[in-house]
């Protein structure tokens, strides 16, 4: 059942929206800070897991590389402090300035790019630790196969409209589980659901609740 999520749950019962996760967080007394980080966010709506959640006016910060998504993003949530560039290793610093000093309560990232490195950034060199990090994970390599795309300048050159799909992308489910769970410095994370390629991590005082 869905009403403990120490005990497991039904994925669908929270991963409809974050914002079910929210209000559930709000019975167990988990402060909710009203702020999200969406990296790679599109238009906003698309398969993506934050919708419902910013579209109650909640505050945030979204980044989306390509013009017309971002545009999209704009006019679908106008509140939200858009940046309209790439992420890359050299802008994490900026990303981590436009986020409030306190915690916030979910980061989102699906850049297809080396994203378990630049969630590594935020949560190490920027010390951030959301409530909750939603990591859309590489599936061609699954339990207990572990990858992970580092970083290199060729991912910043590519340009996503027209770069041809590639299998090599993200990291795979094991790597950002030992990366969570293991080796950041506490607090660290442990793997609530994960929901087609969509892996949910809740800080560890969060899930003891």
């Not at 959640?53 to 013009?67: F, M, N, P």
């Amino acid at each position: 059942r869905a009403d403990a999520w120490k005990r497991g749950s039904n994925v669908g019962d929270f991963f409809e929206d974050f914002d079910k996760l929210a209000q559930r967080m709000l019975v167990h007394k988990v402060p909710i800070y009203a702020f999200f980080v969406n990296l790679g966010a599109a238009d906003g709506i698309w398969s993506d897991p934050l919708t419902q959640y910013a579209r109650k006016g909640i505050r945030g910060l979204a980044v989306e590389v390509q013009a017309e998504e971002c545009a999209r993003y704009r006019q679908n949530f106008p509140h939200v402090n858009l940046l309209c560039q790439r992420i890359t290793m050299d802008t994490t610093a900026q990303l981590a300035q436009q986020v409030p000093i306190g915690g916030y309560d979910v980061l989102k990232v699906d850049l297809d790019s080396y994203d378990c490195a630049v969630v590594w950034d935020l949560l190490t060199r920027f010390d951030h630790r959301p409530s909750s990090i939603i990591l859309e994970v590489n599936t061609a390599f699954p339990p207990p196969f572990e990858f992970a795309m580092q970083h290199h300048a060729a991912w910043d050159a590519l340009d996503p409209a027209t770069a041809p799909h590639h299998i090599a992308h993200g990291c795979s489910l094991s790597y950002a589980v030992r990366m969570l769970s293991r080796e950041l410095p506490e607090p660290r994370y442990v793997l609530l659901q994960m929901a087609k390629k969509d892996a949910l991590f809740l800080r560890e005082d969060v899930a003891a609740r």
